[in-house]
């Protein structure tokens, strides 16, 4: 089953002679429960790609469709809670809030969101992550790789159709890197989560079902290691 499709994505920042292309003409399909790695040199787009897919940066032309939306066709109220709702955004700096608790920081989306706190989702999430006895810890008294740890917790509060990780290892150890990637596919694996990284680290590349490079905006490779 499809879950993500774009169609001759462009993004380009600049007009005229500073016109910079960081898209040209992106098309690909990704399905329910994949995870996928985006791979290339830094500058490449990959960056922009994701926050595209994300809701979060417009295109400057092309479709994205997720769970068969055009995404791009709602207003920006709608908008607003195809980000909190669909998908969860996961960055290298964690963007945690530092005067909330690791309960509070995972929590938020679903309080932005007005909804009702799972409190069973909560607590699995919590036990899955090694969070448990640090609920009330904040932010600076967490290592990098349990505060990675609480950002992935936060994306996977509302149970989003897809996941979305922006060099979610940059600023870890090879120990901690390889712990949150073992995260991130449980929950791919535990939760039929989609899962789409992006990622300078080839190992992490090659743990995925599928690479994809991107080189000057472009796909340049698009390949399945498993299926």
Request: hydrophobic share 40%; glycine share 10%.
């Amino acid at each position: 089953m499809v879950i993500l499709q774009t169609e001759h994505l462009c993004k380009t920042y600049g007009s005229g002679e500073n016109a910079v292309h960081a898209l040209n003409d992106v098309s690909l399909t990704i399905h329910k429960g994949e995870f996928v790695a985006i791979i290339g040199p830094s500058g490449s787009g990959k960056s922009t790609l994701l926050h595209i897919l994300g809701g979060v940066d417009q295109p400057t032309s092309g479709k994205v469709w997720m769970n068969g939306s055009d995404v791009y066709a709602q207003n920006d109220e709608e908008l607003a809670i195809f980000r909190r709702r669909q998908v969860g955004l996961i960055y290298q700096f964690y963007n945690l809030i530092p005067v909330l608790d690791v309960t509070e920081n995972i929590t938020l989306p679903v309080l932005m969101d007005g909804q009702e706190v799972n409190q069973e989702r909560l607590a699995e999430l919590v036990e899955t992550l090694g969070l448990k006895g640090r609920e009330k810890h904040l932010p600076n008294q967490l290592s990098g790789g349990q505060q990675q740890r609480v950002s992935i917790g936060r994306a996977l509060m509302n149970a989003p159709a897809v996941l979305l990780a922006d060099e979610p290892t940059g600023n870890l150890d090879s120990k901690n890197s390889q712990e949150i990637v073992s995260l991130l596919r449980l929950s791919n694996q535990k939760y039929g989560q989609t899962l789409i990284i992006i990622t300078h680290d080839e190992n992490i590349a090659l743990q995925a079902d599928r690479i994809i490079a991107i080189e000057d905006g472009r796909i340049t490779r698009d390949e399945v290691l498993r299926g």
